[in-house]
Nanobody, 127 residues
Framework: QVQLVESGGGLVQAGDSLSLSCAAS??????????IAWFRQAPGKERDLVAV????????DYADSVKGRFTISRDNDKLEAYLEMNSLKVEDTAVYYC??????????????????WGQGTQVTVSS
């Protein structure tokens, strides 16, 4: 029903910037009712929320660890979401996933409500 494809990952040095993209496919009127989030998962670790944005509005939320460094945005015409990452740290190294949820905004921090996931893109930050 909804397909998500991430791109933009790569190998960078600490302090560098990187931009990730999430391209969505599906019926526009449906996709644009969904919250879009970025998660990340390091090997052996839990998948954690990085940022989330409501496609029906301008509301955003971020993990404390990325506030002031990362920015989530969207382009509803292109049916894409983005994650601009600045001042990257080694601890940002992970596979980054975009995900979509039709659940209420109040549940946005719960990973279990996201039922559409991309395959992920690797971000590696070296010192």
């Amino acid at each position: 029903q909804v397909q998500l494809v991430e791109s933009g990952g790569g190998l960078v040095q600490a302090g560098d910037s990187l931009s990730l993209s999430c391209a969505a496919s599906g019926r526009r009127s449906f996709v644009n009712t969904l919250n879009i989030a970025w998660f990340r998962q390091a090997p052996g670790k839990e998948r954690d929320l990085v940022a989330v944005i409501s496609w029906s509005g301008s509301m955003t939320d971020y993990a404390d660890s990325v506030k002031g460094r990362f920015t989530i945005s969207r382009d509803n015409d292109k049916l894409e979401a983005y994650l601009e990452m600045n001042s990257l740290k080694v601890e940002d190294t992970a596979v980054y996933y975009c995900a979509a949820s039709g659940s209420n905004w109040l549940s946005r921090l719960d990973s279990t409500v996201y039922n559409h996931w991309g395959q992920g893109t690797q971000v590696t930050v070296s010192s």
